[in-house]
Protein backbone atom coordinates (compact mmCIF):
# COMPACT_ATOMS: atom_id res chain seq x y z
CA UNK A 1 0.00 0.00 0.00
CA UNK A 2 1.60 3.22 -0.85
CA UNK A 3 1.60 6.14 1.34
CA UNK A 4 2.54 9.88 2.01
CA UNK A 5 2.79 10.51 5.51
CA UNK A 6 3.74 14.28 6.41
CA UNK A 7 5.09 15.35 9.44
CA UNK A 8 6.56 18.27 11.35
CA UNK A 9 3.34 20.95 11.72
CA UNK A 10 2.55 23.05 14.44
CA UNK A 11 2.08 26.05 15.62
CA UNK A 12 4.35 29.06 15.32
CA UNK A 13 4.45 32.90 15.92
CA UNK A 14 4.99 34.73 12.80
CA UNK A 15 7.97 34.99 11.92
CA UNK A 16 9.30 31.64 13.03
CA UNK A 17 10.31 28.61 11.14
CA UNK A 18 8.96 24.85 10.47
CA UNK A 19 10.12 22.32 8.57
CA UNK A 20 7.68 19.71 7.12
CA UNK A 21 8.76 16.56 6.04
CA UNK A 22 6.61 14.08 4.10
CA UNK A 23 7.52 10.26 3.86
CA UNK A 24 6.58 7.56 1.24
CA UNK A 25 6.47 4.13 1.74
CA UNK A 26 4.48 1.28 -0.17
CA UNK A 27 7.47 2.04 -3.47
CA UNK A 28 10.05 4.27 -4.37
CA UNK A 29 8.81 8.03 -5.91
CA UNK A 30 12.71 8.61 -7.07
CA UNK A 31 11.55 9.29 -10.66
CA UNK A 32 8.70 11.29 -10.22
CA UNK A 33 8.20 15.03 -8.94
CA UNK A 34 6.63 15.49 -5.81
CA UNK A 35 4.85 18.73 -4.27
CA UNK A 36 3.38 20.57 -1.82
CA UNK A 37 0.62 22.03 -1.21
CA UNK A 38 -1.71 23.64 0.92
CA UNK A 39 -5.31 24.67 1.76
CA UNK A 40 -6.55 26.78 4.22
CA UNK A 41 -10.22 27.35 5.99
CA UNK A 42 -13.05 27.93 2.97
CA UNK A 43 -10.56 27.99 0.36
CA UNK A 44 -9.76 25.48 -2.49
CA UNK A 45 -6.40 23.46 -2.32
CA UNK A 46 -3.49 26.00 -3.69
CA UNK A 47 -0.04 25.08 -4.96
CA UNK A 48 3.00 25.96 -2.81
CA UNK A 49 6.28 24.14 -4.08
CA UNK A 50 7.52 21.58 -6.19
CA UNK A 51 10.65 19.97 -7.18
CA UNK A 52 11.70 17.37 -10.23
CA UNK A 53 12.84 13.90 -9.55
CA UNK A 54 16.05 14.73 -9.30
CA UNK A 55 16.08 17.74 -7.42
CA UNK A 56 17.75 20.19 -9.74
CA UNK A 57 14.53 22.17 -10.48
CA UNK A 58 11.87 23.44 -8.54
CA UNK A 59 9.30 25.87 -8.49
CA UNK A 60 7.06 27.92 -6.03
CA UNK A 61 4.15 29.99 -5.68
CA UNK A 62 4.99 33.19 -5.70
CA UNK A 63 4.08 34.56 -2.34
CA UNK A 64 5.94 32.18 -1.06
CA UNK A 65 9.68 32.62 -2.70
CA UNK A 66 12.74 33.57 -1.32
CA UNK A 67 11.04 32.26 2.24
CA UNK A 68 10.02 28.59 1.26
CA UNK A 69 12.52 25.72 0.22
CA UNK A 70 11.49 22.02 -1.40
CA UNK A 71 14.00 19.69 -1.38
CA UNK A 72 14.28 16.02 -1.24
CA UNK A 73 16.30 13.06 -0.40
CA UNK A 74 15.71 9.78 -2.67
CA UNK A 75 17.82 7.63 -0.68
CA UNK A 76 15.09 8.06 2.10
CA UNK A 77 12.02 8.36 -0.23
CA UNK A 78 11.44 11.61 1.65
CA UNK A 79 10.52 15.12 0.43
CA UNK A 80 10.79 18.34 2.95
CA UNK A 81 9.49 21.88 3.24
CA UNK A 82 11.40 24.34 4.80
CA UNK A 83 9.02 27.31 6.11
CA UNK A 84 10.81 30.84 7.50
CA UNK A 85 9.61 33.69 7.84
CA UNK A 86 6.24 32.31 8.24
CA UNK A 87 3.18 34.69 8.15
CA UNK A 88 -0.32 34.61 9.44
CA UNK A 89 -1.39 34.22 5.78
CA UNK A 90 0.43 30.95 5.76
CA UNK A 91 -1.79 28.94 8.00
CA UNK A 92 -3.25 25.81 6.24
CA UNK A 93 -3.67 22.40 6.23
CA UNK A 94 -0.10 21.49 3.55
CA UNK A 95 -0.15 18.44 1.67
CA UNK A 96 2.43 16.12 -0.16
CA UNK A 97 2.24 14.85 -3.36
CA UNK A 98 3.54 13.08 -5.97
CA UNK A 99 3.71 13.20 -9.56
CA UNK A 100 2.56 11.08 -12.56
CA UNK A 101 6.04 12.25 -14.02
CA UNK A 102 9.47 13.06 -13.63
CA UNK A 103 9.52 16.41 -14.32
CA UNK A 104 7.94 19.56 -11.79
CA UNK A 105 4.30 20.79 -12.21
CA UNK A 106 2.04 23.00 -10.61
CA UNK A 107 -1.45 21.37 -11.56
CA UNK A 108 -3.41 19.16 -8.90
CA UNK A 109 -4.52 16.40 -11.18
CA UNK A 110 -0.76 15.93 -12.50
CA UNK A 111 -0.51 14.07 -9.13
CA UNK A 112 -1.67 10.32 -8.05
CA UNK A 113 -0.92 10.31 -4.58
CA UNK A 114 -1.33 12.36 -1.36
CA UNK A 115 -1.00 12.62 2.02
CA UNK A 116 -3.41 13.36 4.71
CA UNK A 117 -1.88 16.39 5.58
CA UNK A 118 -0.48 18.50 8.22
CA UNK A 119 -1.78 21.43 9.89
CA UNK A 120 0.42 24.85 10.21
CA UNK A 121 -1.00 27.65 12.33
CA UNK A 122 0.92 30.99 12.27
CA UNK A 123 -0.16 33.12 15.22
CA UNK A 124 0.25 36.73 14.68
Known amino acids: QVQLVESGGGLVQAGGSLRLACAAS????????MGWFRQAPGKERDFVAT????????RYLDSVKGRFTISRDNAKNTVYLQMNSLKPEDTAVYYC?????????????????WGQGTQVTVSS
Open 97 to 113: AAARDSFITSTARNYDY
Open 51 to 58: ISYSGHTT
Open 26 to 33: GRTFSSNA
